[in-house]
């Protein structure tokens, strides 16, 4: 929302809003000129005022100011439509879709672009750690994500789409798995052209589309010849079986080879050369939460990772053994009860093995209190792990056990980012 935020009011709009909490990305709104308040008043002169108004799905029908535009009879759009407006208004739109790694990707392609000095508008899910979530240049290439949350993914018309992966996630909003691929399916089959991952067993079977990956040799753009030095990854581009270029990721992961690799494809199906690609790849560092390091604390790595998923926590552990020489301590804050409540077997399978864990309150969202998925029923049923219930808990665990050349891996979606980068300070 944000990121839009920002669109318009380049673009000259006025733009003012609410949120529940004050943040960086709230903040950071008042160099675009907008006006931002905490909390919902329905008698707000800006509300009262105003032409349009835009709502995301993560709020309730209940809120207040959504129900005073109404009564209003104001003109509304949810955001994915309204998304779809602003896609409408760009000669070319470039879309990345996937249960995991979107914001990765499109922070990739935000820096490719860059590279390629065209006139284009980012709006990325996350925050790139050199351009935010917001990039201005011109109005010839817009590129975003594709979220499947309610399905919004299918009200954008793209020219050229990624599809990273498929996971069970957002659940709640299909009928079950197979409504959650034929999601992603109508999503490739309705854009111009489309790039899936020939890796991912559930996107090789939604149809003939371009497609990218690592081990599937009959990849249309491969990685070859893959070299880790810390996790950091170096590969050659294969395209159509011709080899191109040599990349060197300064991103942390094997998971980042993906990324390049989609943003790699999609770019080059706009006709960019593989040099501006390849300089735009090697410029990116990372997006803030994906395996940030926030700091240290007696000699220890205090690292964080946006993880809130079974398969991505899996890859990032892989990632956090590969650069750690001591031992590795884990926080991780599940996500919404009813995503816990439904992977849990597949949480306590990734979870149980990992020797110094805790697991830290629920980051409900939207949801009301659900004991079959909440964090302390997870912890009780991993068995050999710690629960938390505030940051107290956290630091005096920390305190007493963390020494010199080890790792802190703080897991999640929620607001353990927040409380991991308090509890530094405190430790301190």
């Not at 790139?128 to 399905?151: I, P, Q, R, V, W």
């Amino acid at each position: 929302m944000s990121a839009l935020a920002k669109f318009l009011s380049v673009c000259g709009y006025e733009v003012s809003g609410s949120d529940a909490h004050k943040s960086e990305l709230t903040e950071a709104l008042a160099f675009y000129g907008a006006r931002v308040y905490v909390g919902e008043d329905s008698k707000r002169t800006e509300l009262i005022e105003s032409d349009i108004v835009v709502y995301t799905d993560a709020i309730s029908q209940e809120n207040l100011e959504l129900k005073q535009a109404q009564k209003l009879q104001k003109i509304i759009y949810k955001r994915g439509d309204f998304l779809q407006m602003v896609c409408s208004e760009f000669p070319h739109v470039a879309a990345i879709a996937g249960s995991h790694g979107k914001t990765t990707c499109t922070s990739m392609c935000t820096h490719i672009l860059r590279a390629t000095n065209v006139p284009f508008t980012a709006h990325i899910g996350g925050e790139d750690a050199t351009f935010g979530n917001f990039y201005f240049s011109g109005m010839d290439y817009f590129l975003t994500e594709a979220c499947e949350y309610k399905k919004n993914l299918l009200k954008i018309q793209a020219e050229a789409v990624v599809l990273l992966n498929i996971d069970k996630d957002h659940m709640e909003c299909y009928q079950d798995e197979a409504d959650l691929i034929n999601c992603f399916r109508q999503y490739c089959k309705q854009a111009d052209r489309a790039f899936v991952c020939a890796d991912d067993e559930k996107c090789r079977g939604l149809g003939e589309f371009s497609t990218f990956g690592i081990t599937n040799t009959l990849a249309d753009y491969r990685a070859i010849d893959l070299r880790s030095n810390g996790e950091r990854y170096a590969f050659t581009v294969e395209e159509y079986g011709k080899a191109l270029c040599r990349i060197r990721l300064n991103a942390i992961g094997r998971c980042n080879v993906y990324n390049a690799l989609a943003a790699f494809a999609c770019m080059r199906s706009f006709g960019f050369h593989e040099t501006e690609i390849k300089k735009g790849l090697e410029t990116f560092t990372a997006v803030k939460r994906r395996f940030e390091k926030i700091g240290e604390y007696k000699g220890a790595s205090f690292i964080c990772d946006y993880a809130h998923h079974p398969k991505e926590i899996h890859s990032t552990l892989l990632t956090a053994e590969g650069i750690c020489k001591g031992r590795l301590f884990v926080v991780f804050q599940p996500h919404t009860y009813s995503r816990t409540k439904l992977l849990m077997s597949d949480f306590i399978r990734v979870l149980r093995p990992i020797k110094n864990l805790m697991v830290y309150k629920t980051f409900a969202a939207r949801e009301k209190y659900d004991a079959e998925g909440s964090a302390a029923t997870l912890a009780h049923t991993i068995g050999n792990c710690l629960y938390a219930e505030n940051v107290y808990v956290l630091k005096m665990w920390l305190k007493k056990t963390v020494r010199e050349s080890d790792v802190v891996l703080f897991l999640g979606a929620g607001d353990i980012y927040y409380a991991a980068q308090y509890l530094l300070k405190e430790l301190k």
